[in-house]
């Protein structure tokens, strides 16, 4: 079993659509929590960091961290062509440890 | 302006042959990474230097070796080139600071080489 698991896609919404990006992991000491947006033939930039558990919202972006359940959520409401891209969800457990990366996924928005 | 540059972009080499890839950071952090990125898009960790010391090294073959000359640049070398290395290989750079404030230790990307093994 990987340590953080993520679907990989493709997603494909409407224009406007709330989209939601999921990512479950195995281990409980992880308590640095990032959402990164890469678009095609780009380095990943980070678009929304947590820390332990909770929610945070930052414009149309939403990201929601349960660590009952292992489980973290990225929320992109009214959603647009710009955000097509792949999403990828990174946790660490402390600092200077490693970050782990999900595997991404697709996301694309059709006008 | 660029935060973190990377040279070349692309690389494309005969199996064997060995390559450097070069990371500059003008962001004064002081820590800096190596990942691999495969096909599948899967983001793995090689390295990671703290003032130039290295902290993190995932298992990587010793046909890899990472140079930091001084805290602004990792450099990668890789050793008789085969054809499972081909991939991009991204450098990134984090300043550590209070996990309470905005952005942690935000890893900051380089725009990443394409290499690729024939």
């Known amino acids: 079993q990987k340590e953080v698991e993520q679907d990989p896609g493709p997603l494909s919404v409407p224009e406007g659509a709330i989209v939601s990006l999921n990512c479950t992991y195995s281990?409980?000491?992880?308590?640095?929590f990032m959402w990164y947006r890469q678009y095609s033939r780009k380095g990943p930039e980070l678009l929304m960091y947590t820390y332990s558990s909770g929610n945070k919202e930052d414009g149309r972006f939403t990201a929601q961290v349960d660590k009952s359940s292992k489980y973290i959520s990225l929320f992109i409401r009214d959603s647009q062509p710009s955000d097509s891209a792949t999403y990828l969800c990174?946790?660490?457990?402390?600092?200077?440890?490693?970050?782990?990366f999900g595997t991404g996924t697709k996301l694309q928005v059709i006008p | 302006d660029t935060a973190v540059s990377q040279t070349p972009k692309y690389l494309v080499t005969q199996m064997g042959n060995d390559k450097s890839i070069k990371c500059e950071q003008n962001l004064g952090h002081d820590t800096m990474y190596w990942y691999k990125q495969d096909s599948k898009k899967f983001l793995k960790i090689m390295f990671s230097?703290?003032?130039?010391?290295?902290?993190i090294n995932e298992t990587v073959p010793n046909r890899f070796s990472p140079k930091s000359p001084d805290k602004a640049h990792l450099n990668l070398h890789i050793n008789s080139l085969e054809l499972g290395d081909s991939a991009v290989y991204f450098c990134?750079?984090?300043?550590?600071?209070?996990?309470?404030?905005?952005?942690?230790?935000?890893?900051?990307f380089g725009p990443g080489t394409r290499l690729t093994v024939l």
């Open positions: 281990n409980s000491a992880f308590q640095y």
């Open positions: 230097y703290n003032n130039k010391e290295l902290i």
């Open positions: 990174a946790m660490r457990s402390g600092g200077y440890q490693k970050v782990t």
């Open positions: 990134a750079s984090s300043q550590e600071k209070d996990p309470g404030l905005a952005g942690g230790n935000e890893q900051f």
